[in-house]
């Protein structure tokens, strides 16, 4: 492993401790925590939320979790998924296998295990097959984008070994601060992380394979996208907002904070922060425009 990933591992898991410190989980919420929906008893976990006292199926979002495509797991964000499922949502929130122990497209694959699970496991767990969304932030979002283009685009998807569930379909996402457009001639933190990401450690080809903005089709779901003042990935929205407007996906962009507001990466995952449940609302009655 790379000291960069030592790095992140140790940063952001400090971070995020210190972000969620005294939690609980809300009464006003039912849990079913780690299921497993593959064979690794570490990584290939999920939990589910529901809101109590909601009966029957619900309209469901599936979280992919960020942390750099090395860090991360469902229980940095309980608390955030939780929240989404106050709105009225069943929320799955799952861990993926990990890069650089678990090289790409291991993500995407848990990911794919994930939806099968959704679409397997409809009648257990209350789940509205029909209404079906997905969020995901920073690597999370990166992810989140590359596996809708597998959904979306038929000459995209034969580059992966697996197929998509039967049936599923994502009637909207949230790309909150995410990475479209991989350029390792920069001296950043997502192009350092390469080499522990990709087998080949970020040859021309896996570029090109890691940067949804060249895979979206005019059958791409609508997008809520996101940034924020002091997020370190904002100059990805405009690479890919034109991609959007070519293809005329339905879209909104919302850019959160001001100059004296100095919102940063993933604030939205920080339950307690008044801008998190401005725009998680915000992401979640978008998504409901689209329940049928």
């Known amino acids: 492993m790379s000291k960069t990933s030592d790095m992140v591992r140790k940063m952001f898991g400090e971070g995020d401790a210190k972000r969620d ?16 929906y593959g064979e690794d008893p570490r990584y290939q976990l999920l939990d589910v939320y529901r809101p109590k006292g909601k009966e029957g199926k619900l309209p469901v979002i599936i979280s992919v ?21 106050q709105r009225g949502f069943a929320v799955v929130n799952f861990s993926y296998r990990l890069a650089p122990e678990h090289k790409f497209p291991a993500s995407l694959e848990d990911t794919n295990s994930v939806c099968q699970f959704v679409m397997e496991q409809s009648e257990k767990y209350g789940f509205d097959t029909e209404n ?22 038929p000459e995209y998807a034969k580059n992966y070994a697996f197929c998509a569930p039967e049936g599923f379909k994502l009637k909207a996402i949230a790309l909150n ?33 890691i940067s949804s903005v060249h895979h979206i089709t005019e059958n791409y779901p609508p997008v809520y996208l996101m940034s924020a003042v002091d997020d370190f990935l904002k100059d990805q929205q405009p690479i890919i907002i034109p991609e ?18 100095r919102l ?29």
């Open 65 to 85: 979790h960020g942390g750099g495509w090395v860090y991360g797991d469902k229980e940095v964000y309980q608390f955030y998924c939780m929240s989404l499922a």
């Open 132 to 153: 079906i969304f997905a969020v995901g932030d920073s690597a999370g979002a990166h992810n989140l984008s590359l596996y809708a283009a597998i959904l979306t685009n």
């Open 177 to 209: 601060c995410g990475a479209f457009l991989i350029d390792v001639s920069k001296e950043d933190l997502t192009s350092q992380l390469m080499d522990d990401f990709l087998p080949g450690g970020g040859t021309e080809e896996e570029i090109h394979l």
């Open 264 to 292: 940063a990466h993933v604030f939205h995952c920080n339950v307690r922060l008044k801008d998190a449940t401005i725009c998680n609302d915000e992401e979640c009655n978008f998504f409901k425009e689209f329940i049928s």
């Open 244 to 261: 959007f407007m070519k293809k005329q996906i339905p879209f909104v962009f919302h850019f959160y904070g001001d100059k004296e507001n």
């Open 21 to 36: 410190a005294g939690l609980t989980t809300p009464e006003d919420i039912i849990r079913f925590d780690d299921i497993s």
